[in-house]
């Protein structure tokens, strides 16, 4: 009751960036299902940086992706947005 969805059963709790499992499309469809949004913080051809939000809009998590379908499906949103 009241918690935020997560992306799937990987808990970024205490960890660093360096040892966060990268960001994929799949964490973001999920993170969306459970009725989440999400939206780009930073974009380019070699990553994109996302910031993970409550259904109210409040940001919880910040993550990072380097995976060319990552990047293009975040490029997709962002210019559908």
Known sequence: MGSS???GARSNFGR???DRPPLTVADLERWVEHGASWRA???T???AI???CTCHGEPV???RGSAPELIEFV???REGS
């Open 5 to 7: 969805p997560t992306p």
């Open 75 to 77: 490029r997709r949103h």
């Open 61 to 63: 998590d910040m993550l």
């Open 50 to 52: 996302v910031e993970l």
């Open 41 to 43: 913080v930073d974009l």
């Open 16 to 18: 660093t960036s360096e």
């Open 45 to 47: 051809d070699r990553y």
